[in-house]
Nanobody, 115 residues
Framework: QAPVVESGGGSVQPGGSLRLSCAASGSSGSNSRMGWYRQVRGSQRELVVSITSGGITTYADSVKGRFTISRDNARNTVYLQMNSLKPEDTAVYYC?????????WGQGTQVTVSS
């Protein structure tokens, strides 16, 4: 099984919502952190939001108030609820799982916001 498995994504009109899920193999360590990054072709990958095993979150300013991350430590899974989506949210979204020692990346999932 891959270390990180993503699901969700797709196409939606502006103002719509999508939900992404990311499941990491193994148990959640006390120093672990999971999060979502996104990348537009030709640009650098940027942080969208991250959450520690203790529940501390870090959001990019561009998504504050619209995106919400939650974490199920028992399942080592995070969920990203994306509301009020904008065309500029269009990107490939990557899940990242940092165990405290090693960083794993998902394969990426496309999110397209277009009318």
């Amino acid at each position: 099984q891959a270390p990180v498995v993503e699901s969700g994504g797709g196409s939606v009109q502006p103002g719509g919502s999508l939900r992404l899920s990311c499941a990491a193999s193994g148990s959640s360590g006390s120093n672990s952190r999971m999060g979502w990054y996104r990348q537009v072709r030709g640009s650098q990958r940027e942080l969208v939001v991250s959450i520690t095993s203790g529940g501390i979150t870090t959001y990019a300013d561009s998504v504050k108030g619209r995106f919400t991350i939650s974490r199920d430590n028992a399942r080592n899974t995070v969920y990203l609820q994306m509301n009020s989506l904008k065309p500029e949210d269009t990107a490939v979204y990557y899940c990242n799982y940092f165990t405290g020692l090693i960083s794993y990346w998902g394969q990426g999932t496309q999110v397209t916001v277009s009318s």
